[in-house]
């Protein structure tokens, strides 16, 4: 046991936990914030308690490890709705903020409100710290939540508007945990019987199709979906959270699936008579408001959360586990390959068409630039190792159709909140310092935080922002911004690099130096206000419905 302020000690759990960085909005812990530079760890102060949120989510989907935000009292509510996103996506935030001061409780104190409940729709736990001896077993306590099983957001409430709990001295076991430094904590594996009748069901099927989704990615389970699929020849669709996942040059991978997808991949599902659902919820936006595939189909489920088994589709089998383990299991049980030529003939019939059709598009040189044109030249520019980071909407949209990604590249996608990737792209970079982060937003998505390009040049983070700029947030018939911003110049006055695009034949070359540049970068894309992305490709309904 060691004696220290609850500051000291908050300082060195992060250092033992393995967090680099933290992300805030002044004022909170004020004594423990400087602890942290005495152990090594960053703090990131931005401009506002959503974009610090966001932040902290696009650090723990780039690193797989918790990401740590804070707020002052007064700042709660906003922290919570930047969380928000985090809880929605499965993302393992911690987030800390000051709170109640009994003596003050109940008599209109400055800044003062009643809003503790308000973390229960946004987290998997909520503690209230109420003395500073509870801190260290409610904080050990949030990294196991946060990691384990479906990761997600966790709230700490310390006493006091700024959290002046920690002010105080205790004696404190300095032992932290290195299984909860990282997600997933645990692995748990499906019972054998459900591996052999999932096997004995995929085998035995005429058209089975995987839809793997985020949970695969948060599992590390790629490699084992794609010996699965191979092994049984069944061809593999994406959720958005698992774009990537999939190689798009891998001949048994159908795009990305649901109401933001390829419609070669919302055909292929359509089309099977089984499908194995991996790491994902099955909502609405994975499966096109569960019209592909449609309520009925034979359904095989694999996931961590057993409340998720069977919740929209009934399952003819439901495997209880982490994905890569219980994947492995699924691997060892297959007895014999089916071929199924022409099953896989008519899923990459539908690929093929798919890019037959886009690739025209993709490859335009019209003025105004379209969109799939800026997603083809990012495609191209994009490194090995690179990460893309993209916001909601038609980002998410242009990003899951035209943008084909390889081996060794990364995906992260906000799970809904315009205005989440440029923060997250800052977030996403600092778990990633030696390797490129290329974001990607419309221009009203970007508005949303722009002042944290501020935060992004005093950080000195080579990240690079695309915005796909139309002047109009994609909503063509109701608004339309003031033509005379040009977000270019405004990175600049604020410290970064700025680049407006307005030819396509510019697009790779304003990439390259940004990626080359040292610095944080905006490359401003300006587009044609008229194209705007296709939804989800849907099956006709039957005649006379």
């Not at 390009?453 to 003031?482: C, H, I, K, Q």
């Not at 700025?498 to 070359?509: N, S």
Request: glycine share 8%; proline share 6%; aromatic share 8%.
């Amino acid at each position: 046991m060691s004696r220290m302020t609850g500051s000291r000690y908050f300082a060195e759990a992060m250092k033992g936990y393995g967090v680099t960085h933290l992300f805030y909005v002044n004022t909170i812990v004020p004594p423990a914030m400087l602890e942290m530079d005495k152990v090594g760890v960053t703090r990131v102060i931005t401009h506002g308690e959503k974009a610090a949120a966001y932040m902290a989510d696009g650090y723990a989907r780039a690193s797989h490890r918790p990401g740590i935000c804070l707020s002052q009292d007064i700042g709660t509510t906003n922290l919570a709705a930047g969380v928000r996103d985090a809880y929605m996506g499965s993302s393992p935030v911690i987030a800390i903020t000051g709170g109640q001061s009994d003596q003050l409780r109940y008599r209109h104190d400055y800044q003062n409100a009643e809003d503790f409940a308000i973390w229960d729709s946004v987290t998997k736990a909520n503690f209230s710290v109420d003395s500073v001896e509870r801190f260290p077993d409610l904080l050990r306590q949030a990294f196991r939540v946060s990691t384990s099983g479906s990761p997600g957001p966790v709230h700490l409430e310390l006493r006091g508007k700024a959290g002046q709990l920690l002010d105080r001295e205790a004696d404190f076991n300095l032992t932290f945990e290195p299984q909860f430094m990282r997600f997933p904590a645990f692995r748990p594996e499906a019972e054998p019987s459900a591996v052999k009748a999932a096997v004995a069901a995929l085998t035995e099927a005429a058209k089975p199709i995987i839809v793997a989704g985020g949970g695969t990615v948060s599992s590390g389970a790629g490699a084992e979906v794609l010996k699965l699929a191979e092994l049984l020849s069944i061809p593999i669709a994406t959720s958005l959270n698992a774009k990537a996942m999939v190689p798009d040059d891998h001949p048994l991978g159908v795009g990305v699936c649901g109401s933001y997808s390829q419609w070669c991949a919302n055909k292929a599902i359509a089309a099977a008579d089984l499908v194995f659902f991996i790491g994902t919820r099955t909502g609405g936006q994975t499966t096109n408001n569960w019209q592909t595939p449609k309520i009925g189909t034979r359904a095989i489920q694999l996931d961590i959360d057993p409340e998720e088994l069977g919740r929209n589709y009934p399952n003819l089998v439901s495997l209880h586990g982490d994905a890569k383990v219980t994947l492995l299991k699924l691997i060892a049980a297959v007895e014999r390959k089916p071929l199924r030529t022409e099953w896989l003939k008519q899923a990459r019939g539908y690929v093929s068409d798919f890019w037959a059709e886009s690739d025209p598009l993709r490859n335009s040189d019209a003025e105004p630039i379209r969109p799939e044109r800026i997603a083809k030249e990012m495609e191209d520019c994009l490194p090995s190792d690179a990460t893309i980071v993209v916001d909601t909407f038609h980002a998410a949209m242009w990003t899951a159709q035209m943008i084909r990604m390889k081996k060794g590249q990364s995906y992260l996608r906000c799970a809904g909140s315009m205005g989440w990737a440029f923060p997250a792209t800052i977030g996403a970079k600092a778990a990633l310092p030696g390797k490129p982060v290329i974001g990607f937003c419309g221009d009203a998505g970007f508005y949303y935080h722009i002042a944290e390009l501020e935060t992004a040049a005093r950080l000195n983070l080579n990240m690079v922002m695309v915005v796909n700029n139309n002047f109009s947030g994609s909503v063509v018939e109701t608004v339309r911004f003031d033509k005379s911003v040009n977000f270019a110049k405004t990175a600049e006055s604020l410290g970064c690099m700025g680049i407006r695009v307005d030819k396509p034949k510019d697009i790779r070359k304003a990439l390259e130096k940004a990626l080359a540049s040292g610095r944080p970068a905006v490359v401003e894309v300006l587009s044609d206000v008229e194209v705007t992305a296709k939804r989800g490709w849907t099956p006709p309904r039957p005649s006379g419905a």
